[in-house]
């Protein structure tokens, strides 16, 4: 077996796989890896367990308790490295200063996850009195990744930094004195070290161009591709020029040229670019902005239109907003369809699943024309499709078979491959092969849950229930052992037990097992990069009591079906019944990323007379309760497809009439309030949702006499608060000046109130 990676491991504790863990059971105390230990108080923290044991061991390796929980704040920003996640290690890291104010690593630790300058100064600082030259020298080389944060840093500090870095004892690089000269107005001294550097921050050359200090041609010989726009603004003939100027040395994508041609109006660049465009330039070949830029060039040089490609934009005219006819976009799907069926027939396309063709996704899009699945020929053309794409993706899965089986053969298999192998084989319907595999895997490997539910997957395919059932049940009892419960196990459990007379689970583990079958289903739906911009989320609502009190106590409510506006929320749909595990109790909040919606106002905020709460999501949610976006359906599609995608067409699809609303929505079916508050690692409740409130905005009409009450609210939360955390912001909305259908918001004085 390989050994298993770091990267591995950390995508199983965040995914709470922790029956795939259980090796760090026999290796957490060992030296074997400095992470393991941390990794493994993590796995304990999530699954609940006593810590005691973990944090005594790490205790014995790194001698005192701010090391330790320095340790574990180093552990975190490996696990939760994203920058939604950087609350988690910069916890650990305070709560390390809290007791040991001359911790450096921990005061590094703070500026890294939460961009505390003073901690920066302050572990330099640390290192340096302590004789640790080598450390500071790494540290100060990796100071000039953190140049949005530099404005923060005082004249004292750069002095400071700069008599560091010119300390005979200190070995750096230049990258970070040249910020130093630059903040310190060392003109000549700093455009001597940027002559002799090949790139610099654009906020260095910017700040010395707009001082007429350097020449524009030293300037943009200096910067950064991906800054050249930003330096030279609106200025498009620069801009394309320079561009053209840095494709000579690195390779640019023609589209990219092509659209910096356009905007800097040199249309015969534009014709040149699509027309000498060789036909193996993949990035370009289903470019379809270069072709509508072309078509845009020809006509300003009041040229021949091109019918091939006026065609080619044609077939795509639904994707541009054009209007464009039902039986034209049919036309459009079949040709399509026919061009992906000659790509199956060639026989040589089968790297990927179909639905990673872009001509594939094209067409799906298409197909979700209101008008054309309305249309009498929209069976046909769905058919056709699904037909192609199982021929197509059971080419890819024999492909793909036959490649591992080739591994397997080499002795070249980790533990994933051989899971990743036995789907394959069961994909294939090689049936015996996996059973004949998986039983020598466990000869000589512990069986896990996955490999027993595989057997089990097999047997129920060649309709042998009773061994079926025999392993799905090997594979609860080691899910129940490891506490790593997983809703499709539960699932086939429970489903192969009601096909078998002779078996029956016990009311109690029944209801036990759908229980868990509904928290892991609901555990899949977290918080990610795209559910919310920058963490944020907005509520409207009236100002009642109810909202007072969602507000005064820091919690959010989910509403019942009986409860919604819209009668065909949570629909009653006819695969979930009582023999269905999702279960039909749910509970939302609904949320939005549109912070300023006059409907949204006029709907839910009392006709402008409410509020708008912004919320901070840090992302920890408690087991059995979700967050997700919600899609939006032309109706006719979501009756075709109403027994597809059940849950997700039950809780988080939405008719196309509201997606203005732009809604998230946390959810679950264990409780109607859930608690939040900004979490304080190690110490943390995790029946609360990680979150706080950052502002609160008043409706245009919002009541004078109230205005008191809520400034009272927001002076009450920011009081509890600590004095690193932000204050809760208070704003009103008006209409613009500038134009006024539109409404503007602005900061209110909430000690003026």
């Given amino acids: 077996m390989n050994k298993i990676d770091d990267k591995q491991i950390i995508n199983w504790i965040k995914n709470r796989k922790f029956s795939k863990l259980t090796f760090l059971d026999n290796c957490w105390q060992t030296d074997e890896n400095k992470w393991y230990l941390g990794f493994y108080y993590f796995i304990q923290y999530l699954k609940q367990e006593c810590l005691d044991d973990v944090i005594a061991e790490v205790i014995s390796r790194h001698g005192d308790e701010s090391s330790v929980y320095c340790y574990l704040g180093d552990t975190a920003n490996k696990i939760y490295n994203s920058f939604n996640e950087q609350h988690i290690p910069a916890c650990f890291y305070r709560h390390a200063i809290k007791l040991n104010p001359n911790n450096a690593d921990a005061h590094w630790g703070l500026f890294i996850t939460d961009h505390n300058t003073n901690s920066c100064i302050k572990s330099l600082k640390l290192y340096y009195e302590n004789n640790q030259f080598k450390h500071l020298g790494h540290r100060i080389d990796t100071l000039h990744h953190r140049s949005p944060r530099f404005s923060c840093f005082t004249l004292q500090d750069w002095q400071f930094i700069k008599s560091l870095i010119q300390d005979s004892n200190v070995t750096c690089k230049s990258d970070m004195l040249v910020f130093v000269y630059f903040y310190l107005d060392e003109v000549e001294a700093c455009l001597a070290l940027i002559e002799l550097m090949e790139t610099v921050s654009v906020e260095i050359i910017e700040g010395y161009f707009n001082r007429n200090v350097i020449s524009k041609e030293f300037a943009l010989s200096k910067l950064y591709d991906w800054e050249i726009d930003k330096f030279l603004g609106h200025d498009h003939k620069a801009i394309y020029q320079a561009y053209v100027k840095k494709s000579e040395k690195a390779k640019l994508t023609r589209g990219f040229l092509i659209k910096k041609a356009f905007q800097a109006e040199e249309y015969e660049d534009v014709v040149s670019y699509h ?243 509904n928290t892991d289903l609901v555990n899949q739906f977290k918080l990610h990069t795209f559910t919310a911009k920058s963490g944020r989320l907005f509520k409207y609502s009236p100002f009642n009591v109810n909202s007072i009190d969602a507000l005064t106590n820091q919690y959010f409510y989910l509403a019942s079906k009986k409860q919604l506006n819209d009668p065909i929320e949570l629909p009653a749909l006819s695969k979930l019944d009582s023999n269905n595990l999702i279960d039909t109790n749910y509970r939302i909040c609904s949320l939005s990323n549109n912070n300023n919606s006059i409907l949204m106002w006029s709907h839910y905020a009392q006709d402008h007379q409410g509020i708008m709460v912004e919320y901070w999501f840090g992302g920890e949610f408690p087991s059995g309760v979700g967050i997700e976006k919600v899609s939006y359906s032309d109706e006719s599609k979501r009756n075709l497809e109403k027994d597809l995608y059940v849950f997700n067409q039950y809780l988080l699809t939405k008719n196309n009439d509201w997606s203005y609303e732009d809604e998230v929505r946390i959810f679950t079916n264990v409780k109607e309030k859930i608690n939040f508050e900004s979490f304080e690692y190690p110490n943390t409740d995790r029946t609360k949702i990680n979150a706080r409130i950052c502002s609160i905005t008043l409706g245009y009409d919002f009541p004078n006499d109230k205005r008191k009450l809520i400034a009272n609210i927001a002076n009450t939360i920011n009081s509890n608060r600590e004095s690193y955390e932000p204050k809760v912001i208070l704003r009103e909305s008006f209409i613009s000046q500038d134009n006024c259908f539109t409404l503007e918001y602005r900061d209110i004085d909430i000690s003026k109130i």
């Fill in 275 to 517: 027309e000498e465009a060789p036909t193996d330039d993949l990035f370009y070949r289903h470019d379809i902005n270069g072709r509508l830029y072309y078509l845009l060039a020809l006509s300003y040089l009041k040229q021949p239109v091109n019918k091939q490609i006026l065609e080619y934009i044609n077939d795509k005219a639904d994707s541009l907003n054009d209007e464009s006819k039902i039986l034209y976009q049919a036309v459009r799907c079949k040709h399509k369809i026919d061009e992906l069926e000659r790509l199956f027939l060639k026989g040589t396309h089968f790297d990927h699943t179909i639905d990673s063709w872009g001509i594939y996704q094209e067409v799906t899009k298409a197909l979700d024309s209101p008008g054309l699945i309305k249309h009498q020929i929209y069976d046909h053309l769905s058919c056709e499709l699904k037909s192609l794409e199982t021929k197509w993706n059971d080419a890819y899965y024999y492909t793909q078979l036959a490649e591992m089986k080739v591994k397997l053969s080499n002795g070249d298999m980790s533990s994933d491959d051989f899971l990743r192998l036995y789907n394959l084989g069961i994909e294939c319907n090689e049936f015996d092969f996996v059973i004949e595999n998986v039983t020598k895997f466990h000869a000589s490997n512990q069986p896990t849950m996955s490999s027993y539910n595989c057997i089990g997957v097999c047997h129920e395919r060649k309709k042998e229930l009773s061994h079926a059932f025999e392993y799905y049940k090997l594979a609860i009892e080691l899910m129940h052992s490891s506490k790593d419960y997983n809703h499709i196990i539960i699932g086939n459990y429970i489903g192969c037990a009601e096909r078998l007379p002779d078996v029956e689970i016990a009311a109690e583990e029944y209801n036990d097992l759908r229980r868990r079958f």
